[in-house]
């Protein structure tokens, strides 16, 4: 069955650097969109970044453009976000989620989720 695996976050410094993967099995990697999302306590879970299984366009939130990078080696069945320059509001619980049909960075439109790994900004 779709299994997505998180890993790589943890406690870091503002203006640190994380790199979070997520290993997938069950299905390959080239057909499916993949993207990362975010969800802080008391707030909505939200669309951090995607990258499509077409064409490898990408899609940034506002507030992590210039500062995440959305990458996939579909060799390794594994999607990566490079976590730069990060701020005390980038705290968050981190989701990885695949979906086989949508172009979109909604986490409505993605069917299949990882479990989650949780990323701290503080001094």
């Known amino acids: 069955q779709v299994q997505l695996v998180e890993s790589g976050g943890g406690l870091v410094q503002p203006g640190g650097s994380l790199r979070l993967s997520c290993a997938a099995s069950?299905?390959?990697?080239?057909?499916?969109?993949m993207g990362w999302f975010r969800q802080a306590p008391g707030k909505e879970r939200e669309g951090v970044s995607c990258?499509?299984?077409?064409?490898?366009?990408?899609y940034y939130a506002d507030s992590v453009k210039g500062r995440f990078t959305i990458s996939r080696d579909n060799a390794k069945n594994t999607v990566y976000l490079h976590l730069n320059s990060l701020k005390p509001e980038d705290t968050a619980v981190y989701y990885c989620?695949?979906?086989?049909?949508?172009?979109?960075?909604?986490?409505?439109?993605?069917?299949?989720w990882g479990q989650g790994t949780q990323v701290t900004v503080s001094s």
């Open positions: 989620a695949a979906d086989p049909l949508t172009t979109g960075c909604a986490a409505s439109e993605y069917d299949y």
């Open positions: 069950g299905f390959t990697l080239d057909y499916y969109a």
């Open positions: 990258i499509s299984s077409s064409d490898g366009s990408t």
